[in-house]
């Protein structure tokens, strides 16, 4: 059973940092694809990073350059550093993770519960 479990989130000052966590309690290896989305209130949920098993890495514009993705294959787990935190960063952040299905050209898609991240000016 995959459980996606993230921490990290909180109330952080204007131009400040956090690490977000998501950790699953089985082998992540697997997973083709994790990363990270959020939700601001009233939008949509959008991607924030990606990371691929073979180390392939794509960032939404609003991160580059402030926000790092890493995956940590032994410890079933990946991260997301965030600095120069804006308020417009202020969302519920979500870890994703899609895994083939065995087969197919199909992937099965997980989320985690999210964590808020709360940006104060």
């Known amino acids: 059973q995959v459980r996606l479990v993230e921490s990290g989130g909180g109330l952080v000052q204007a131009g400040g940092s956090l690490r977000l966590s998501c950790v699953d309690s089985r082998n992540i290896e697997s997973f083709a694809i994790m990363g990270w989305y959020r939700q601001a209130p009233g939008k949509q949920r959008e991607l924030v990073a990606q990371?691929?098993?073979?180390?392939?890495?794509r960032y939404a514009d609003s991160a580059k350059g402030r926000f790092t993705i890493s995956r940590d294959n032994a410890k079933n787990a990946i991260y997301l550093q965030m600095n120069s935190l804006e308020p417009d960063d202020t969302a519920v952040y979500y870890c994703h993770a899609k895994r083939r299905i065995d087969g197919s050209a199909l992937f099965s898609v997980y989320w985690g519960q999210g964590t808020q991240v709360t940006v104060s000016s």
């Open positions: 990371i691929s098993s073979d180390g392939n890495i």
